[in-house]
């Protein structure tokens, strides 16, 4: 991090796509002090993202160290941050800070199957450990993606599908609430298609994240089919403004998802006072 | 009274010797000190000692006990720069912007200074240091001044404080009928002390002033009471005004936002924000995770009395310092007390 960690590094967008709806992907070369900062960052970790002018926001790091130097942000148009964003191009300068928070503890996750579980824009954090998984293939079991979102038009990261389905002992699986014409996969919610996937919880690890009101019928469903609290894990979202454990936005009762997560699993959230 | 004496030294002095120590102390540096701005009593650069608002049972004494506001905004300000931004077409370049000036605070009240001590506990003490408080803090020293009587809100001895606590200044005063005994209490406040022209003394500050005490339930009984009715019950009578938060001597949370100041020109500033507000938690999609009042305000207590302490490492401590401020300031009659005191009950 920077010496005063409230100040960004400077970094160069060098790629933007669409990845659905609403929703742009940046590919962000780091400057000055920005590139040893984010040379090595894990899966789950996230950083701040400043559309100068207009502020930033908090953003899961969407890609796995190891496939290059570039960081990727998966940023859905919301709020006047994310416009800020989605108005900038190739060649303009952005604000990045982090790496922040926990990660997903990859290493604990050897050897074990991995049920990914993605709703919308939360699929974005999830793709660093898709990759990690895809690019250490044989230290981990079977992969089980279950991607979801509202709509076809809002899937992210469809251009990789392939490569994910492609990849040994990996499976998607995809469904939206509202289909569109020539839909040819799972309609309903994700909680449906876990239902009949019905992934193997012997020696298995589930990672979830999207909206709340998923994580919460997931992670509860994923309990009833026996998957034990410290298996489970969620990465949660805070409107938080520093990420370094001051400002106090992210309390859910006596943890900050900052610095002690985003990344918990459902042992840990379950005792916490509040829920997320 | 509560000795944390630096050097084992006392002295008496007058309150023209006073005067004219504070005079010389704001020749040299920024002198902060209780001022009256329009009818209202707050921690102001002061440009004479003339306009040094002395406390009630002081000469020249104001009703007031306590300035609106605490010296938290001295090291954390209501807005502040963070850095300013200036954008030349795709170019960004930024510039960074610390507080650099001496500071001596006078007048500082015990219940202010633990306020401090305890922030401190999170912007200096917990990783990563704040640059901004760290830099206003090492260029401050704090003068107290003991408390002779308690204000009708205080509650300052029913939180770990007390009326004439030094431990947390860096100079302390305490009022006596023979004038003011003053005592150094850490070497950055010994530096400050004219000791060639003062008179030492081997006498004691005068009698604590005596304040009612009650019971606090400790930081581990409070999660037993998180689910308790008690707090909608409460809370009807909150507005969400976020006062509390802006008085209170901790209550540390902030916004970041950019701010247009010229053409191509912003600044990224912070700004006192609270968790009482409706739209605090609001998250991208507008989730909201304490939607009800109730919780926004049950927060706010669990912050002070458990929450804080266990995120700064501080064990069993309040993070309330018993100031009354909130008290004094709520519209809408909410009292600290009579919570703790609700709370304190036997079940």
Same mark, same amino acid.
């Given at each position: 991090?920077?010496?005063?960690?409230?100040?960004?590094?400077?970094?160069?967008?060098? %790629? /933007?796509?669409?990845?659905?709806? *609403?929703?742009?992907?940046?590919? /962000? *070369?780091?400057?000055?002090?920005?590139?040893?900062?984010? %040379?090595?960052?894990?899966?789950?970790?996230?950083?701040f993202v400043s559309a100068f002018g207009l502020g930033e926001a908090p953003f899961g790091i969407a890609n796995a160290t190891g496939r290059g130097p570039l960081v990727d942000f998966a940023v859905a148009r919301l709020g006047s941050v994310t416009t800020g964003l989605h108005e900038l191009g190739v060649g303009d300068q952005l604000g990045v800070r982090g790496p922040l928070g926990n990660s997903f503890p990859m290493d604990k996750f050897k050897g074990k199957d991995l049920v990914v579980l993605g709703g919308g824009i939360g699929g974005a954090p999830l793709r660093p450990v898709i990759q990690h998984v895809l690019d250490h293939r044989r230290d981990y079991g079977k992969l089980t993606i279950l991607w979801a979102a509202r709509q076809p038009s809002l899937l992210i990261f469809t251009d990789e599908y392939a490569e994910w389905q492609a990849a040994s002992d990996t499976s998607l699986h995809l469904t939206v609430d509202k289909p569109e014409e020539g839909w040819e996969h799972s309609v309903g919610l994700i909680t449906q298609l876990l239902e009949e996937v019905d992934p193997s919880r012997e020696n298995a690890i589930a990672v979830t994240c999207g909206p709340p009101v998923m994580i919460r019928n997931v992670t509860k469903m994923l309990a009833g089919m026996g998957f034990a609290a410290g298996d489970s894990y969620v990465t949660l979202e805070a409107r938080m403004h520093c990420g370094l454990g001051k400002c106090g936005r992210c309390n859910l009762g006596e943890k900050l998802v900052c610095v002690d997560g985003p990344v918990f699993n459902m042992a840990e959230v379950g005792n916490l006072l509040e829920a997320y | 009274m509560t000795i944390t004496n630096v050097d084992g030294k006392s002295w008496l002095i007058s309150q023209a010797e006073l005067e004219a120590w504070l005079d010389s102390i704001s020749n040299a540096r920024t002198l902060i000190a209780p001022r009256q701005v329009s009818g209202t009593m707050l921690y102001r650069p002061v440009a004479s000692i003339d306009e040094i608002a002395w406390y009630a049972g002081t000469p020249g004494s104001s009703p007031d006990n306590l300035p609106l506001l605490s010296v938290k905004e001295i090291f954390f300000p209501p807005t502040e720069r963070l850095f300013k931004i200036q954008k030349t077409g795709q170019e960004i370049h930024l510039e960074e912007a610390y507080p650099e000036w001496e500071t001596v605070v006078f007048g500082v009240r015990p219940c202010d200074a633990r306020g401090v001590k305890l922030l401190d506990a999170l912007f200096l003490d917990t990783n990563p240091v704040d640059s901004y408080y760290a830099r206003r803090r090492a260029n401050t020293t704090l003068i107290g001044l003991a408390c002779k009587e308690a204000g009708p809100t205080c509650f300052c001895s029913s939180v770990g404080g007390a009326p004439d606590d030094a431990r947390d200044m860096d100079i302390m005063l305490y009022e006596t009928d023979a004038g003011y005994l003053a005592e150094a209490v850490t070497e950055k406040g010994r530096f400050l002390i004219p000791a060639g022209e003062w008179r030492e003394t081997t006498s004691r500050s005068g009698p604590t002033p005596c304040m009612e005490q009650f019971p606090v339930p400790e930081n581990g009984k409070w999660p037993e009471h998180f689910n308790d009715a008690y707090w909608a019950r409460m809370s009807e009578r909150c507005l969400s005004c976020r006062a509390c938060a802006y008085v209170c001597p901790t209550c540390h949370c902030f916004a970041i936002r950019d701010e247009l100041i010229g053409p191509g020109e912003f600044e990224r500033i912070r700004c006192w924000d609270s968790c009482a507000g409706e739209n605090y938690r609001r998250v991208a999609g507008g989730h909201r995770a304490r939607?009800?009042?109730?919780?926004?305000?049950?927060?706010?207590?669990?912050?002070?009395?458990?929450?804080?302490?266990?995120?700064?490492?501080?064990?069993?401590?309040?993070?309330?310092?018993?100031?009354?401020?909130?008290?004094?300031?709520?519209?809408?009659?909410?009292?600290?007390?009579?919570?703790?005191?609700?709370?304190?009950?036997?079940?």
């Open positions: 991090m920077n010496a005063n960690p409230l100040v960004p590094y400077l970094g160069r967008l060098v %790629e /933007v796509c669409d990845l659905a709806s *609403e929703i742009k992907l940046f590919r /962000v *070369e780091m400057q000055n002090g920005g590139g040893a900062a984010f %040379e090595s960052f894990q899966p789950g970790q996230f950083a | 939607p009800e009042k109730a919780e926004r305000l049950r927060n706010r207590f669990f912050c002070k009395f458990y929450y804080y302490a266990g995120q700064t490492g501080l064990g069993n401590t309040s993070a309330c310092t018993g100031c009354g401020r909130c008290i004094d300031v709520c519209p809408a009659g909410v009292d600290i007390t009579e919570v703790l005191l609700d709370l304190g009950k036997p079940a």
